[in-house]
């Protein structure tokens, strides 16, 4: 099976790929179905548009044996659901970011949760671990809130390697203290991203 919106190979047949003749064409029950292909490869890059039970038929039109087809029957689900992050905050018992989602109902073929933080190009993120989608938290052992706040994404990956689309980014909040005049103390912070925050609770330590 697989899912709308997701690249698969199907592997070529040898006689396909060892075919001399220009009368090779790809079919498909799909009507809009995305095809890829690239010299040298002993595959085929589909993607389907719409769910349903789909099939892919590979035809080449041989002088001495006629037409010679090759089909791949696939059951087409939905698209992948794509993960929400909740909350990206800093963990008390480790002093780094943790990232917080809430993910009920999920089907048994979501794997995990793979977890990328932005780098330093705007939108590049880079894959940094996974957990289990039941685990509802991850913590970013490399980040240092107390130095500047990082960008978050989240992606579903399912039991056969597929990967969702990417979640909504969250950036937690970098807070920055300097003297003011006498006793005062400046508080300023960079503001939250992924979230409407409402309020803010100010606490001094003694």
Not at 11 to 17: A, I, K, S
Not at 19 to 44: M, P, W
Not at 78 to 100: Q, W, Y
Not at 128 to 136: H, L, T, W
Request: hydrophobic share 35%; proline share 4%.
């Amino acid at each position: 099976y697989g899912y709308v919106g997701i690249e698969y190979d199907v592997m070529l047949p040898q006689y396909y790929v060892d075919a001399l003749t220009s009368k090779k064409y790809i079919d498909s029950s799909d009507s809009q179905l995305f095809v890829k292909e690239q010299d040298g490869r002993n595959a085929v890059t589909v993607m389907f548009s719409t769910p349903g039970g789909h099939w892919v038929e590979l035809h080449v039109e041989d002088e001495l044996f006629g037409d010679l087809s090759y089909r791949v029957n696939i059951e087409v689900q939905d698209r992948l659901p794509v993960p929400v992050i909740s909350l990206v905050k800093v963990d008390e018992a480790t002093g780094k970011n943790m990232i917080l989602w809430q993910m009920p109902d999920l089907s048994g073929d979501i794997a995990k949760v793979n977890v990328y933080k932005e780098g330093s190009v705007y939108n590049r993120f880079d894959y940094i671990g996974s957990a289990n989608p039941s685990e509802g938290q991850f913590v970013d052992v490399h980040s240092n809130p107390k130095v500047s706040s990082n960008r978050y994404m989240l992606k579903y990956q399912t039991v056969d390697g597929c990967e969702s689309e990417g979640s909504n980014p969250h950036t937690g909040i970098h807070l920055m203290l300097n003297r003011g005049i006498g006793s005062a103390v400046n508080l300023m912070w960079s503001q939250y991203e992924g979230g409407n925050v409402e309020t803010f609770t100010i606490l001094r330590g003694k």
